[in-house]
């Protein structure tokens, strides 16, 4: 195992890095072993991890020093941001800028920074179509991110920008399934009209991450965008529809509505939605479902992860 080259994975425990993570261990015949960062190594994910062979070490993105030093000897890594963590962009900037300056350090080969649009670029804070939240973003989830690509440029790390699509794992873990309205019915709610939403299982971001590492450097100083399908919200319901053996309602709300359902991070939500809707030949035109296959051959469809995790969507 020695020979191989390692691929540190930052979140590994989570939805993307512990997809990359199985994806590298579950290819013995590759050049590549994974070495699995997180906050607590003692997790069962991280005990999971580390019986598939993983190497597991324990490392806090919000301290650069141990981030640094776990990325010593290291050929590439992947480095992504859970946003709804904490609901704070300038942490999110903190900690892109930490994982850079900790690649640079490293003089890693490849990194693979996970991001998303800063849709600042297509609604100026000035654009009173959608509000402005927290004082200087639209979305705020994206835009940290997005604003966060120039700093693996300026610092000369060797990156491929990922640009991920709607986790269809959000109708499990996220709340946003099919809810139950006081007529006993289900209806699947986003405020997407009849514009399309590029989405996929959160498991094939991590497989097509694996695929753009075996590229070696083919992509490095690229913007990647994967999906696995891009559906209207009346395509998913049909589809949640088939799938759970009772009519599931597609329900456009508008994006003000969508914004004033008071949930934690509505808002945030509510703009993205709006934004993918009204820029959808950009959005979904930076998403290549066909690139993301070559990427990653077990690509899912929404069908075919929906015959895999029907049973597992809560029906409030």
């Known amino acids: 195992m020695s020979d191989k080259k390692i691929i540190a994975v930052v979140g590994a425990t989570g939805a993307q890095g512990g997809g990359l993570v199985r994806a590298i261990m579950g290819d013995p015949s590759g050049e590549f072993i994974a070495r699995a960062i997180t906050r607590d190594v003692n997790s069962e994910g991280a ?43 300038e942490k999110e900037k903190a900690e892109a800028r930490s994982m850079a300056r900790a690649a640079k350090a490293a003089g890693l080969k490849h990194v693979i920074w996970s991001t998303l649009e800063d849709t600042r670029q297509w609604v100026p804070l000035s654009d009173t179509r ?3 939240l927290m004082g200087e973003y639209k979305v705020p989830h994206f835009d940290a991110k997005g604003e966060s690509n120039k700093v693996f440029a300026e ?26 309205g006081a007529d006993g ?8 009209g009849d514009k399309k939403l590029p989405g996929m299982a959160a498991e094939d971001i991590g497989k097509c991450a694996y695929g753009i590492f075996r590229k070696g450097s083919e992509y490095i100083g690229m913007s990647v965008g994967i999906a696995g399908e891009q559906l209207t919200g009346k395509q998913m319901a049909d589809a949640l529809s088939a799938a759970l053996g009772q009519e599931v309602h597609y ?3 508008s994006p003000e ?32 479902v066909d690139l993301s296959r070559t990427l990653n051959p077990s690509l899912q469809t929404f069908e075919t992860w929906l015959d895999r995790n029907k049973n597992r969507i809560p029906l409030e």
């Not at 062979?53 to 859970?82: C, K, N, R």
């Not at 019915?185 to 997407?192: R, S």
């Not at 934690?264 to 993205?272: E, S, V």
């Open 47 to 89: 005990r999971a991890l580390a019986k598939s062979g993983a190497e597991v070490v324990a490392a806090d993105i919000d301290d650069e020093a141990s981030l640094a030093a776990v990325l010593q000897d290291a050929y590439g890594a992947y480095f992504v941001t859970f946003f709804w963590a904490h609901f704070s962009p």
């Open 130 to 132: 959608m509000p402005t």
């Open 155 to 180: 610092l000369g790390v060797p990156t491929t920008f990922l640009f991920t699509s709607f986790y269809w794992d959000n109708l499990i873990h996220f709340g946003m399934g099919p809810k139950k």
């Open 185 to 192: 019915k289900l209806a699947f709610t986003i405020p997407m």
């Open 251 to 253: 329900n456009a709300v």
């Open 257 to 288: 509505t969508y914004r004033s359902f008071g949930f934690p991070g509505a808002d945030d939500l509510g703009n993205m939605f709006q934004f993918n809707s009204d820029f959808e030949q950009d959005f979904c035109g930076a998403r290549n």
